[in-house]
């Protein structure tokens, strides 16, 4: 398998194959890191920069450790440290970042602006989550997955919240690739964008997945071997949805009833970070003003033996290793 030079923007761009083969890479990367085998003479001296139009904790994280445990050096850009599309286009950006970088990170809002700076730029670029699309968050749930229950094929999957942004967005589309049993559980104002849906089934019918879209959370979550959820708002909305997201999605919060109503061995899964209780600002505040002490999962489910939600965001920096280790 050879993917030097390649992109990493979207899943749609990689066949079943190549995902798979990069959390086997990640897996392995992570053995020797556990086993404290360097493996900095990869990419030993060179160089790449982190854009971050859009706060992060793990991403952040997760690309410097790897770069370093990989040999690189790195420069971290803030959502205000640079000229990026305020003085400067992004093809412009992209010429400039290439010529002294081999790789470059791009975190913001729209899937057109890391697609533009990919299309400029002479070196690999790497999506590190866009309005639409979070792949690489993919290839850390998978290798998870595959950690916890021991296979992929035929994995049923039940998301609930909302399902038409980058999280809903990633999982369908990961899910279709590689032959598993997509559902998004929601209200219907919430179901992701119809020529997507298409593309996914299409996908599926190859490879033995299937989409389900369901406002019902009983039929959503029955049988379910994961379930998974994300904030209701994401980064770069604006704070006046809150009200209306918690009310049209409360019916469908992870709590034990769905957990109960899922497969036995049901593991919970959540990108982070999560509102399970009142301990963050932004928690707090919406606790307050709505009268609820936690949003889309329950406290009590996000600290239970079934949530793996801290392994998932461990794998972030195995899963980003294996992205670089194999584009560069
Ligand atoms: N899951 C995830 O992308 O987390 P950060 O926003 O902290 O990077
Ligand atoms: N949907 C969330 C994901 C965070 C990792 C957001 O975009 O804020």
């Not at 979207?10 to 890479?25: A, C, H, N, S």
């Not at 404290?36 to 001296?45: P, Q, R």
């Not at 609930?160 to 967005?169: L, P, Q, S």
Request: hydrophobic content about 40%; glycine content about 8%.
């Amino acid at each position: 398998m050879n993917l030097k030079g390649r992109d990493f923007l979207k899943l749609l761009d990689f066949t079943p194959e190549e995902i798979l083969y990069l959390v086997d890479l990640a897996a392995d990367l992570k053995e020797k890191k556990k086993k404290g085998i360097l493996t900095n003479e990869i990419h030993k001296g060179k160089n790449v920069v982190l854009i971050f139009e859009k706060t992060s904790t793990r991403t952040r994280c997760s690309f410097e450790v790897a770069a370093h445990d990989l040999g690189m050096g790195t420069t971290y850009l803030d959502p205000s440290g640079s000229q990026i599309g305020k003085k400067e286009s992004i093809a412009d950006t992209a010429r400039v970042l290439g010529s002294m970088y081999e790789g470059i990170e791009y975190r913001g809002f729209g899937q057109e602006i890391v697609e533009e700076l990919a299309k400029y730029a002479p070196v690999p670029v790497w999506n590190g989550l866009t309005n639409e699309f979070h792949p690489t968050q993919m290839l850390a749930d998978i290798l998870t997955i595959k950690e916890k229950l021991g296979r992929v094929q035929g994995v049923k999957l039940t998301y609930m919240g909302d399902a038409r942004y980058n999280m809903g967005n990633s999982l369908m589309v990961v899910c279709a690739k590689l032959g598993m049993h997509y559902t998004a559980c929601t209200s219907r104002k919430y179901f992701p964008k119809e020529s997507l849906v298409e593309q996914c089934r299409e996908i599926a019918r190859q490879t033995g997945g299937t989409i389900t879209l369901t406002e019902d959370v009983m039929e959503g979550t029955k049988g379910a071997d994961v379930i998974y959820t994300d904030v209701w708002v994401s980064m770069g909305e604006p704070e006046a949805v809150w009200e209306e997201r918690i009310r049209e999605l409360s019916p469908y919060q992870v709590n034990g009833r769905v957990m109960e109503n899922a497969g036995k061995d049901a593991i919970f899964m959540h990108c982070l970070p999560a509102f399970h209780d009142l301990k963050t600002k932004t928690g707090k505040e919406m606790g307050e003003k709505f009268g609820i002490t936690e949003m889309e999962v329950t406290d009590e489910v996000f600290e239970s033996p079934a949530s793996v939600v801290f392994e998932e965001a461990e794998n972030r920096m195995h899963t980003i290793k294996a992205v670089m280790a194999a584009t560069l």
